[in-house]
């Protein structure tokens, strides 16, 4: 039997399917999708394969049209929204041949209604690691590169996983007792601090960062409470670092991160410590750090012991593909 893609616009039913499924992230839930579109100047296709009258998979779509380039998107560019792409559905376990031909069928499905419906001059696919086998992609003509995070797998006890990290880490976290400080979970205004914050950090660096509050705010206010958090650390009233993190049921992931370097205050170590700590507490399984590709920033994230995660970007340009990648660069 063939796969159909159609799109899905019943929120409740959508996050229905992105709580079945092992390969979605938060971003993939219908409030995350639609703020994203807001503040992106896309416009949403949310796809949902079917196998007759049973869903299969699922896979948002974002357009935008540059005049003259018409380009797909998943996730749009310029937002660090760090995972997207499709994500398989669980039920039956059928075995590997018939898997295969489902997950080929579902990715072609969508394929052919995005070159249907957008008709993109250029396609951006940016998957999540739950989402393992790129191959179908590959068959339809995408050129797939493996990107890297990390994850900090939460089952060992609390002592025996702090006791896993760098020397330094430990250091740190240990160097804190002697420091009066209150670290505490924030609200919507403390997302904006977090973020304005980044900003003023890259603007220093001469990096582009084009993450607003008000998305940020956005995003933490419209999705379910706990599942986007922030995270505080403050002494005498001073802001000296701070955290934003998004969750599902099992992953807590990394999403913005700052500290005031210039306070003797290891703020960073103490607040990715407390966030480990909590998401544990919660009976999350894993934090994933969110990016391993950044050869200096490789450099902090390895003292927390993590695992190499593997996922990838999967690009499709019909013409000057060259040229519309570095489109998509400067877009970023």
Known sequence: MSIDASLMLDSEEWNRLVDRSDQTTPFHRYEALEVIADHSGT?????????????????????MERWPLRVAFSPPPDLEVSYLGPAQLNGSSPKQRKAERRHRRFVESVVEEVESEIEPHYSHVRS???????RPFIWNGFDPT???TYEVDLSPDQDDLFMSFSSDVRKNVRKSEDFEYDLYEGDAADVEQIVSR?????????VSYNVTKAFARDLYRSLPDGTARAY??????RFVGGKITLEDDETLYGWQTVADLDD??????????EVIKRAK???LERVDLVGANDK?????????????????TLEQGSVATDTLKHVYKRLR
């Open 146 to 148: 493996p990107r890297y």
């Open 232 to 237: 505080v650390c403050e002494r005498d009233g």
């Open 198 to 206: 980044v900003q003023h950090r890259h603007e220093e660096q001469d």
């Open 296 to 312: 200096r920033l490789c450099g902090y994230k390895a003292k927390f012991n993590p695992r190499v995660r593997t996922h990838y």
């Open 281 to 283: 507490d919660r009976g």
């Open 128 to 134: 999540g690691t739950g989402y393992e086998d790129p």
């Open 264 to 273: 003797d205050l290891p703020a960073t170590d103490l607040i990715d410590w």
């Open 43 to 63: 416009t949403l296709y949310p796809y949902v394969g079917y196998k007759g009258q049973e869903p299969v998979g699922l896979f948002p779509v974002y357009a």
